[in-house]
């Protein structure tokens, strides 16, 4: 299928930064993207790069087949956009503000402007909104209509930036739904985001940007495969260390990390020797693991230059990311799992890393082995 | 993109209120030569004051003489430097280049829509002005010779209204292509920033610069080409026959800048990253 969006060693200079480095990107026709990376990582640089807002400083963008920013009168009307955050007129009504950017664009049916901009706002559940001026909406209303403006030319190509910014978790979900529907009848959806659950929720894909640099880009299946090991939750904790020694990698309390990849096997043989199993389920590695694992710190966290022990030297995987993030074999009953372990025993879900328990951090070499800046910076951008 | 801009124009209350502003000067100006009947001498106080008391219908003149110096290059400067600046703040530059509008055509649109708040706010002026100055000083139905509501030229030949509506006109005209120059410079600085503020303090520094200078006999060489130069040239209009070198000079002053503001503006903004 042709890609949408295929970009060739992108690279964009601010003076001595490089808020893009050599970044080839490729979006399949129907994809749902979601494109991620910690705050500056480049993401927004990016987006206005593909929308010809900001000039490449070298490399190339085509859009539809068409080279940006050249093309962009004949490719941009068939792409909405959300670029960082919503904006209006705050002086006229939001359906104003619609009518009025419909018709600064050429292209636009006049003719069909008032039933469009109609079923924009319904789609966006803001059918029966009054002539307020914008000035008055809330952030939630803002965010609704600007992504209304974006699907006002029933565009090919939907790019959104922060897509949620604002709504409430019931709007979070209209949206989504929205999305989907809208991918189901043929639009490509771009969606760049930090928020990583909501990424998670919609995208097929993922592209992983870090310092200017796209890291990583795998379908989000492939990404959250199991991961070779399984966790057990067993009373008989002690019995089964007994067992497997050698096996067992990771230990918080009553629940196991062992490495295999027969979940099947594994359990037959706990049962078999007697041992009561609560709970057994392979292990999948969440989405900001993947995160946390490929990129440094977040650009809106500053440290003090010439910090000892190289805090910001972080733990990178190269290739697919999908190498061992811990590797050595953890001694029976240590303290504890690293937190990142922890958490995928808890939810499977992603959420705020808990404390790390600095107590420990001195007697247990495996937490000494990772950088404990990159970590604390990780978990704000998951925030 | 151009009807966007007027209709954008047209509906800012900030806009609304520069022009009634520039109507309100010259009303209380009439109403207080009315109700005072001090009068500043001839050849003292702005041009034309000591002439209207007798006709009324000269006031629009004494008008756009009282409102020329700074209330205009200040409410000019605030439309202007907000054209491109205050749509980067708002954040509205991105969608409308994402719509897509070609840069030039928003360039193109904003000019116009510049151009049609400068002769709107002169033709305001000049209107309310007529109202106010026949309402306060009556038509000069006395006037020497030419008949009811002749008016003394400042040649001292007796123009008859029609002359004295279609000078006006050419004075509106005159007036609103000098602002325009003005406005094309606002558009220019506009493009540099993303402040409405420093595009507009950038176009009143310009003028107050052009104003300092303009007596300074060291910058003779200059003179010519200060933007405030030639401001003063549509008094001429008002002489009989009309002294055309002054005005025509001006004029091609005048658009010259507009020229060269919007190049330089079309120069900066067409290769410009936008990253408000």
């Known amino acids: 299928m042709p890609d949408v969006i295929a970009t060739h060693n992108l690279t964009k200079r601010f003076g001595r930064i490089t808020a893009v480095n050599g970044l080839d990107l490729r979006v399949p026709t129907g994809a749902r993207f979601g494109l991620l990376g910690p705050n500056g990582s480049g993401k927004t640089t990016l987006v206005r790069m593909l929308l010809g807002l900001v000039h490449p400083t070298s490399g190339s963008v085509e859009l539809f087949g068409h080279p940006m920013p050249r093309r962009a009168a004949t490719v941009l009307p068939r792409v909405g956009a959300l670029v960082e955050n919503p904006a209006a007129w705050s002086h006229l009504s939001g359906r104003s503000n619609l009518r009025l950017l419909d018709s600064a664009g050429s292209g636009g049916r006049r003719r069909d402007r008032r039933a469009r901009i109609a079923e924009a706002l319904d789609r966006v559940g803001l059918g029966g909104v009054d002539e307020r001026p914008v000035r008055s909406y809330s952030l939630g209303m803002r965010q609704r209509l600007g992504i209304a403006a974006a699907l006002l030319r029933d565009p090919d190509l939907l790019l959104l930036d922060e897509p949620t910014n604002g709504l409430d978790p019931r709007g979070i979900g209209e949206m989504r739904e929205l999305l989907l529907r809208l991918n189901a009848d043929g639009t490509t959806i771009v969606l760049s985001s930090h928020l990583l659950s909501e990424v998670e929720a919609l995208c097929t894909r993922v592209g992983l940007m870090d310092a200017g640099r796209l890291v990583l880009t795998e379908d989000l299946d492939e990404l959250r495969a199991p991961t070779g090991r399984v966790l057990v939750r067993t009373p008989d904790a002690a019995a089964v260390l007994g067992m497997l020694d050698g096996r067992v990698v990771g230990r918080d309390g009553d629940v196991l990390l062992v490495r295999t990849d027969d979940a099947g096997g594994l359990n037959a043989r706990l049962v078999a020797s007697g041992i009561r199993v609560t709970e057994l389920s392979p292990q999948r590695r969440s989405l900001e693991q993947v995160v946390l694992e490929l990129t440094g710190a977040s650009a809106d966290r500053v440290e003090v230059r010439g910090d000892p022990a190289g805090r910001r030297s972080g733990r990178r995987v190269a290739g697919t990311g999908r190498a061992d993030p811990q590797p050595g074999p953890g001694p029976g009953p240590g303290p504890g799992p690293t937190v990142t372990d922890g958490e995928t025993v808890r939810g499977l879900r992603p959420m705020p890393a808990p404390e790390p328990n600095l107590g420990t951090e001195h007697s247990e070499p495996r937490h000494r082995a990772e950088p404990r800046a990159d970590r604390r910076a990780g978990r704000r951008a998951a925030q | ?276």
Not at chain 2, 9 to 24: H, K, S
């Open chain 2, 1 to 276: 993109m151009i009807v966007v801009e007027l209709r954008l124009l047209v509906r800012r209350r900030r806009v609304w209120l520069c022009w009634a502003l520039l109507c309100a000067l010259p009303a209380l100006v009439a109403v207080l030569l009315a109700a005072t009947d001090i009068v500043p001498a001839p050849g003292q106080g702005g041009a034309f004051l000591s002439a209207v008391v007798s006709n009324g219908q000269l006031f629009p003149a004494a008008a756009l003489a009282l409102v020329l110096p700074v209330f205009l290059p200040i409410t000019v400067a605030i439309v202007a430097g907000d054209t491109v600046a205050g749509e980067a703040s708002a954040g509205m530059l991105r969608y409308l280049l994402v719509r897509p509008v070609g840069r030039l055509r928003l360039l193109v649109a904003k000019l116009v829509s510049v151009a049609a708040f400068v002769l709107l706010a002169v033709l305001f002026v000049t209107l309310t002005s007529y109202v106010v100055g026949v309402a306060a000083f009556g038509f000069g139905a006395d006037a020497a010779v030419g008949g009811a509501g002749g008016v003394t030229s400042l040649s001292g030949v007796v123009l008859t209204p029609a002359e004295l509506a279609q000078r006006t006109a050419f004075t509106v005209g005159y007036l609103a292509l000098c602002m325009l120059a003005l406005g094309a410079i606002g558009l220019f600085f506009s493009t540099l920033t993303d402040s409405p503020l420093a595009a507009a303090l950038g176009v009143l520094a310009l003028v107050v610069t052009s104003a300092v200078l303009l007596p300074l006999d060291a910058a003779e060489a200059v003179r010519f080409y200060l933007p405030t130069t030639h401001w003063l040239a549509w008094i001429d209009l008002f002489r009989d026959p009309i002294l055309w070198t002054a005005v025509r000079e001006g004029a091609a002053v005048q658009a010259g800048y507009v020229l060269v503001a919007f190049g330089a503006a079309w120069a900066n903004f067409a290769t410009k990253d936008i990253t408000s």
